[in-house]
Nanobody, 115 residues
Framework: QVQLTESGGGLVQAGGSLRLSCAVSGITFSITTFGWYRQAPGKQRELVARITHGGATSYADSVKGRFTISRNNAKNTLYLQMNSLKPEDTAVYYC?????????WGPGTQVTVSS
């Protein structure tokens, strides 16, 4: 059974940075494309960044140049470095499959950016 556990969120001022982590268990993490998603209040969940098993990355236009997705296959962990945060980045952030959100969602981690 796949388990996803996100951490690293918090309250930060606009322009600040946070680093999110996602611990993954129950699958062969190293061969799986993974992604970071977010859901803001009253909005649909959206994919913000994706990384393939080979390390190729892609980003939503709204975060391009500010967020960096990475992975440590030895630790079965996915990361999201978020810089130059904006109030509109406020959301609950989740990790899941990057091509399709195939796994049960974890609890997510709340990111709140104050202006």
């Amino acid at each position: 059974q796949v388990q996803l556990t996100e951490s690293g969120g918090g309250l930060v001022q606009a322009g600040g940075s946070l680093r999110l982590s996602c611990a993954v268990s129950g699958i062969t993490f190293s061969i799986t494309t993974f992604g970071w998603y977010r859901q803001a209040p009253g909005k649909q969940r959206e994919l913000v960044a994706r990384i393939t098993h080979g390390g190729a990355t892609s980003y939503a236009d709204s975060v391009k140049g500010r967020f960096t997705i990475s992975r440590n296959n030895a630790k079965n962990t996915l990361y999201l470095q978020m810089n130059s945060l904006k109030p509109e980045d406020t959301a609950v952030y989740y990790c899941n499959g990057g091509l399709r959100a195939s796994y049960s969602w974890g609890p997510g981690t709340q990111v709140t950016v104050s202006s």
